[in-house]
Each structure stands twice: as structure tokens, then as C-alpha cells.
């Protein structure tokens, strides 16, 4: 089945440090890719997403590309700061042919990111 | 400005008790999700809904209800059968598979 696997935390950097979250997919038909954040306290917001192979996603300074030849979807950043502390996940959303069922969405299990100043 | 509404943000549940989660929004999305996340863990599914009047069972459904009596609500009751229910509750939206999910803010559910 559809899944989704992604480094685990925490993660510790230094302000300006350079940012790479892993994130590997296991799909059965045509999966779009995406990146949520997740401030404290707060729910998921989309930071950024990628639909077919070879699309970078950005958004805030973060990108993300989809490279099915490596079923992966790492997100990066060139220099983190404190405001992004947060718990990043990396989703995929399946479809059979041109059907979305619904229930075909499957979220890793958080990274957990905490930038020091 | 379109988005999901949950209230209410903080809820405590007293042993034995029923309590509701309310989930709005006004995105004219089809799809509503439930989904449960506790400390330091990831998102599990309690329930979906893709219609109104019509919802599934997700993998963690016992212990909980739905309805889905219009397009803009989905509330989520904890019943007392649901032995662990303290935990972050996130109600989401979907319109299709490329537009991913747009989530609500959430409620905490504390046991007390």
C-alpha cells in the first residue's frame, strides 16, 4: 500500500545552518506530493507541493522536488532561522487513474526542527 | 477570507461523558477528514466524509461518532466508550488530490 517515510528528529541547527528534512514515498498510482508545517499549538499549514514528477515545489525559502526515479521528496532550505521552528510533514495524496476516493492520503510521521540562534 | 473553523480550542471531558467537536468551513469543499495526534506522534484517521450524509470509518473509529448533515459541518463527538480521547483533534477539507487538505487550528481535548 501508499505510504510515506520520513527522517526522524529532532532536529537541531544553528541559525543560517542549511536545512534537508528526507522524505521517501511508496505510491500504487499517481501521487501528488506535499510538505505541511505545524507551528506549536497550531494545525497544518501547507508550506508547499508538487503534483508530477520533476516539479519543485517553494515557498518561505523551502523547496521541495519530486523525483519519481528515487520515489523521494526532500524538503531543503539554504539558511533556516528561529521562526521556523516547527514539525514538518511530508504527505502524498494518491489517485487511481483519474479518481480521487478520498481516503488517500497519507502523512509521515513529523520532523520535528529546532533552530538556535 | 475562506478557511475551517474548529471550536472550541481548549475542552475538557469529565469521565464518562460525551463531548462535540465542532468543524466549519465555507471552502465549499466535499471531502471533511477528522484526525487525531497525540504528543510528539503523527496524524491517525478517525473519520472521513466525501458527501453530505455519507461518512467512513478511518483506522482508529471506535469511540467516536460523526455526522455530515450539511456540506460546511462536520462534527466529531468523543463518546465515553473511547477509553484514551485526551489528544489534539485536527478537522481538515480537501476539494481533490492536488490541492492536498486545508486544516483547521484544532481543539485539545483534556480527561479530567
Known amino acids: 500500500g501508499d505510504s510515506v517515510t520520513q527522517m526522524e528528529g529532532p532536529v537541531t541547527l544553528s541559525e543560517e545552518a542549511f536545512l534537508t528534512i528526507n522524505c521517501t514515498y511508496t505510491?500504487?498510482?499517481?501521487?501528488?506530493l506535499f510538505w505541511y508545517v505545524q507551528y506549536p499549538g497550531e494545525g497544518l499549514q501547507l508550506l508547499l507541493k508538487?503534483?508530477?514528477?520533476?516539479d519543485k515545489g517553494s515557498n518561505k525559502g523551502f523547496e521541495a522536488t519530486y523525483r519519481k526515479e528515487t520515489t523521494s521528496f526532500h524538503l531543503e532550505k539554504g539558511s533556516v532561522q528561529v521562526s521556523d521552528s516547527a514539525v514538518y510533514f511530508c504527505?502524498?495524496?494518491?489517485?487511481?487513474?483519474?479518481?480521487?476516493?478520498?481516503?488517500?492520503?497519507?502523512f509521515g510521521t513529523g520532523t520535528s526542527l529546532t533552530v538556535i540562534p | 477570507d475562506g478557511g475551517i473553523t474548529q471550536s472550541p480550542k481548549y475542552l475538557f471531558r469529565k469521565e464518562g461523558q460525551n463531548v462535540t467537536l465542532s468543524c466549519e468551513q465555507n471552502?465549499?469543499?466535499?471531502?471533511m477528514y477528522w484526525y487525531r495526534q497525540d504528543p510528539g506522534q503523527g496524524l491517525r484517521l478517525i473519520y472521513y466524509?466525501?458527501?453530505?450524509?455519507?461518512?467512513q470509518k478511518g483506522d482508529i473509529a471506535e469511540g467516536y461518532s460523526v455526522s455530515r448533515e450539511k456540506k460546511e459541518s462536520f462534527p466529531l463527538t468523543v463518546t465515553s466508550a473511547q477509553k484514551n480521547p485526551t489528544a489534539f483533534y485536527l478537522c481538515?477539507?480537501?476539494?481533490?488530490?492536488?490541492?492536498?487538505?486545508?486544516f483547521g487550528s484544532g481543539t485539545r481535548l483534556t480527561v479530567v
Open positions: 504527505a502524498l495524496s494518491d489517485r487511481e487513474g483519474l479518481v480521487f476516493t478520498g481516503n488517500q492520503f497519507y
Open positions: 471552502l465549499n469543499h466535499d471531502a
Open positions: 505510491a500504487t498510482g499517481y501521487p501528488s
Open positions: 466524509s466525501q458527501i453530505v450524509n455519507d461518512f
Open positions: 508538487a503534483t508530477k514528477a520533476d
Open positions: 481538515a477539507s480537501s476539494i481533490g488530490v492536488a490541492t492536498g487538505y486545508t
